[in-house]
């Protein structure tokens, strides 16, 4: 099944990741970077610039780079929000004829969608450059505070860049699903996501199979930026103060220090002290200048103490929005790239008295959380929806009483399993469907959910008809068994409700037993295994007799006949040795019809064999080989 | 395993389908491991160079920076600290990195615009303000060039 992406579309960045092998893992664009910047512009030559290069290019073309679409997306350019947003923005907006919002893009007006969809396809692009596959379907976040307009004009862009959007999910469920949160039952989880430019918290509550947002807030500019102008604010105003300088005008000497300013912050989050070490920032009376200023951790939080504690109170409030006290709270999960600083980590901590969950780099938790409900659909991530698995194997009573397995045990449910089986006997008009549990190879050591017979099977030779038995066990455990003769399309199911409902005592015993009994059981099995192999034989050989008769000599004839009769005589007995010594000999000998038959030619057989089906790789194999390994065998009847 | 066990093996052909298949399926997995880790070998080499190279990038424009305030002082000395920046850039050149050219018209797939500037011809790179880097075998980007971009 084709991959699903799952996209984080930022206000600022925007990632992608994927579901492989079970396992969500980001992927880099085509410029290598594991985040592509929300940034769309168009060049004087009407070359178009998707990400980083917008950004790049974004000083010498403001009026026709957009950023900040998500701002606008799915809202009314009457909105109080896009009111306030619109003087911020360097391009132009407008009201469009629906009462949207439009922006000029060149020479004509692109709805925020529109714009959207050209990060979208970047990304598609890239995700399938990186995967060598096509990509046609996704799963993409939003805000939890997103109304219908906004999820479906998110939707819109999705299509419009020939994503199929299988859902539309919210950010801090991503973020949850990420730490694998929604499997727990009844709690309350908030989402505390400090990206560049946003700030945003949400209740989520999870309670069987579902996570609901019960409240949400924040602020639409507070973010990791605004931590930066503060820093950049107190380094201007210290080298203003020591040298009598304002670097604040020298563009250059701004944007080392902004360079500065950013990895210094990224430091502080694993050390205490740091350097802002910029030499040859200007030039003054006496000669070059040297902006050399200690930073330290104490500093930094003493810079942006304002803003940790307008968050804190944000967060207070939408808890007590949701109808709970902080101690309500069961898990706290860290999104966005500011949340890196121990100064927000501890106010986390200090509001809910716990430690938040951490560990998954907080820029991406959002898109593999995307790409794991992507995963969900594209079956990979079983995982996710565990709610039980098979504790014992499934499955149904063969030829001889053994017990065919079509669901081994510890298997995720919930799960299908298909198999093709045909008869034991020519003309047999019907089959019997023994629905077995248990760990144990023969039939009758296993316990027995159920039966039932699928008759009116076309008269046709044994291993003709093909009978197509398919176990389905539903995320309830609960087993349905079907069984289809393709020939005549004849059904017949039943449905076991407690397949999973054994007692887990009950379960234990039965591992146990499968255990101490298996020595035992392989014999068992192995004489079982034995008896059909040497009942196709008989039936194979003795087809060809009546078939190639008048061509067979007689003397062949009555060789084969003697072999197929001693092997009769002690194929329902105990001695494997015996019945392999008679099964080669009868083989050997059949062997002379084929030689007979068709002369010097190869050995035909009267059915195609199937895959696998490799004769004589093992001499104690007969002529039905390909029979016996096509994966049909004949259920009991 | 002891020996009854293997014979048992051979003596039923199931089995030893299954135990065929589980062997080539392993065999399959350990050899796409192997080229996972070869490929691992090479990307985790090129990260950490380019890691080191976006660490560093800024000293080398400082000593950039240095060489006009010198000048006056004494000629050897800017030609000394030329030389360390050239030494620099020899450098990162044995481990595949390389300058990226500022000169001619502006591209925002090498060139990070810092400033728009009128008087020089538009959509040309007016000035250089910090170095970029990139692989020399694919052009691939580790740092940007930071220029000043011409409005016309």
Request: with cysteine; glycine share 8%; hydrophobic share 40%.
């Amino acid at each position: 099944m084709a991959k699903i992406l799952g996209i984080d579309l930022g206000t600022t960045n925007s990632c992608m990741a994927v579901v492989e092998r079970g396992e969500a893992h980001v992927l880099e664009n085509a410029e290598g970077a594991r985040t592509t910047p929300s940034i769309i512009a168009l060049g004087k030559s009407g070359e178009r610039f998707v990400g980083i290069t917008a950004k790049r290019q974004a000083i010498t073309n403001p009026e026709h780079t957009i950023f900040s679409a998500k701002r606008l997306i799915g809202r009314r350019f009457s909105d109080p929000e896009v009111q306030r947003d619109k003087p911020l923005l360097p391009y132009e907006i407008r009201g469009a004829s629906n009462g949207g919002v439009e922006m000029k893009f060149g020479d004509r007006w692109v709805t925020p969608q529109e714009a959207s969809a050209m990060i979208l396809g970047k990304l598609k692009a890239d995700a399938e450059a990186r995967l060598g596959e096509k990509i046609t379907e996704a799963v993409i976040t939003v805000p939890a505070y997103f109304d219908d307009s906004q999820r479906k004009a998110t939707k819109e862009a999705g299509e419009i860049a020939g994503l199929n959007v299988r859902r539309i999910i919210n950010e801090p469920t991503a973020a949850a699903l990420s730490y694998g949160l929604e499997k727990k039952k009844d709690e309350q989880i908030v989402v505390y996501d400090f990206g560049g430019g946003t700030f945003d918290v949400s209740v989520l509550e999870v309670s069987q199979d579902t996570v609901e947002v019960k409240a949400t807030g924040g602020d639409t500019h507070l973010g990791g930026d605004d931590f930066d102008q503060k820093i950049i604010a107190w380094v201007i105003e210290e080298f203003r103060r020591e040298e009598g300088i304002d670097l604040g005008t020298d563009r250059l000497a701004l944007q080392r220090i902004k360079d500065a300013a950013e990895r210094a912050k990224i430091e502080l989050s694993a050390a205490a002290d740091t350097e802002l070490n910029l030499p040859f920032i200007a030039s003054g009376a006496s000669g070059p200048k040297h902006l050399v200023i200690k930073f330290s951790r104490a500093k930094l939080e003493e810079l942006v103490h304002d803003e940790i504690l307008r968050a804190e109170e944000i967060v207070r409030n939408v808890v007590a929005d949701a109808h709970f006290t902080m101690k309500d709270i069961d898990e706290v999960v860290l999104v966005g790239g500011q949340t890196r600083m121990p100064a927000i980590q501890a106010s986390v901590r200090q509001l809910f008295g716990k430690d938040p969950h951490q560990g998954i780099n907080p820029d991406e938790v959002v898109a593999m959380g995307a790409a794991i409900q992507g995963g969900i659909f594209q079956g990979e991530v079983k995982d996710v929806l565990l709610l039980d698995v098979t504790p014992l194997a499934l499955g149904l009573e063969t030829l001889g009483g053994v017990m065919t397995m079509l669901v081994e045990k510890n298997t995720t449910v919930p799960v299908s399993r298909m198999q093709a089986f045909s008869t034991a006997a020519d003309s047999q008009p019907s089959v019997e469907i023994h629905v077995l549990q248990g760990e144990r190879p023969m039939a009758a050591d296993n316990k027995s959910l159920g039966r039932f017979i699928l008759d009116g099977i076309p008269p046709a030779p044994r291993g003709i008809p093909q009978i197509e038995v398919a176990f389905d066990i539903d995320a309830n455990g609960i087993l349905t068994v079907k069984a289809k003769d393709k020939a005549s399309g004849k059904e017949q199911s039943i449905r076991i409700e407690a397949s999973t409902g054994l007692a887990k005592e009950e379960v234990e015993r039965m591992k146990r037993d499968a255990e101490a009994h298996a020595e035992e059981d392989r014999k068992k099995r192995e004489l079982a295994d034995l008896r059909n192999q040497a009942d196709t034989l008989i039936w194979s050989t003795e087809k060809s007799m009546k078939e190639f008769g008048e061509k067979i000599a007689e003397a062949i004839k009555k060789e084969v006949e003697e072999k197929i009769q001693e092997l009769k005589r002690v194929k329902d007995g105990e001695d494997v040795a015996a019945i392999r010594r008679a099964m080669e000999a009868a083989m050997q000998a059949a062997q002379a019809i084929g030689r007979e038959a068709y002369g010097a030619t190869q050995e035909t057989p009267d059915r195609p064999a199937s895959p696998g089906g490799e004769a004589s790789h093992d001499d104690t194999r007969g002529p039905s080989d390909a029979e016996v390994d096509s994966g049909e065998e004949t259920p009991g009847s | 395993m002891p020996e009854q066990d293997i014979q048992e093996e051979h003596s039923d052909a199931g089995d030893h389908a299954e135990l065929r298949d589980a062997l080539t399926r392993l065999t399959a997995d350990f050899e796409n491991l192997r080229k996972d880790a070869q490929r691992m070998r090479h990307d985790a080499r090129r990260f950490g160079i380019a890691e080191a190279v976006r660490a560093m990038a800024a000293a080398y424009d400082t000593l950039r920076f240095a060489e006009p305030h010198v000048s006056g002082h004494s000629p050897s000395l800017r030609e000394g600290i030329e030389k360390i920046a050239d030494q620099f850039a020899q450098g990162l050149k044995t481990l595949g990195v390389t300058r990226i050219p500022v000169e001619g018209s502006y591209d925002p797939k090498f060139h990070e615009a810092m400033e728009h500037i009128s008087g020089v011809e538009a959509h040309t790179v007016a000035e250089e303000v910090g170095t970029g880097w990139m692989w020399q075998d694919n052009g691939e980007v580790i740092v940007p060039a930071k220029v000043k971009v011409g409005a016309g």
